[in-house]
């Protein structure tokens, strides 16, 4: 089994920025690709992110409403998986959840995804 530990959500203004951790433990979980969502009030748990390893390269993948905004990455001496957020939004205001799924192939879709965390709550006021 894979464990993983959101943190780093908050209260920020529009504009500024947020890092969230993810942390995870239990079974080695080196080669699963990961992901981030969120989930705001009343919608649908959505894709933002998500990062794979491939023949020594890293791969990542952004939902259209956060590329350019958004950076995925992890560290790896600290099986860390982080979502660094900058120039946030009202409209980035959600519960973010970090998972990791067993599948190579793309996915971004939560059923493809087999292990999740708690979630972290982002508010983003105007």
């Known amino acids: 089994q894979v464990q993983l530990a959101e943190s780093g959500g908050g209260l920020v203004q529009a504009g500024g920025s947020l890092r969230l951790s993810c942390a995870a433990s239990?079974?080695?979980?080196?080669?699963?690709?990961m992901g981030w969502f969120r989930q705001a009030p009343g919608k649908e748990r959505e894709f933002v992110a998500r990062?794979?390893?491939?023949?020594?390269?890293?791969?990542?993948y952004y939902a259209n409403s956060v590329k350019g905004r958004f950076t995925i990455y992890k560290d790896n001496a600290k099986n860390t998986v982080y979502l660094q957020m900058t120039d946030l939004k009202p409209e980035d205001t959600a519960v973010y959840y970090c998972?990791?799924?067993?599948?190579?192939?793309?996915?971004?879709?939560?059923?493809?995804?087999?292990?999740w965390g708690q979630g972290t709550q982002v508010t983003v006021s105007s």
């Open positions: 998972a990791a799924t067993k599948k190579m192939v793309l996915t971004t879709t939560p059923g493809g995804f087999d292990y």
């Open positions: 239990g079974r080695t979980f080196s080669n699963y690709p």
């Open positions: 990062i794979s390893w491939s023949g020594g390269y890293t791969y990542t």
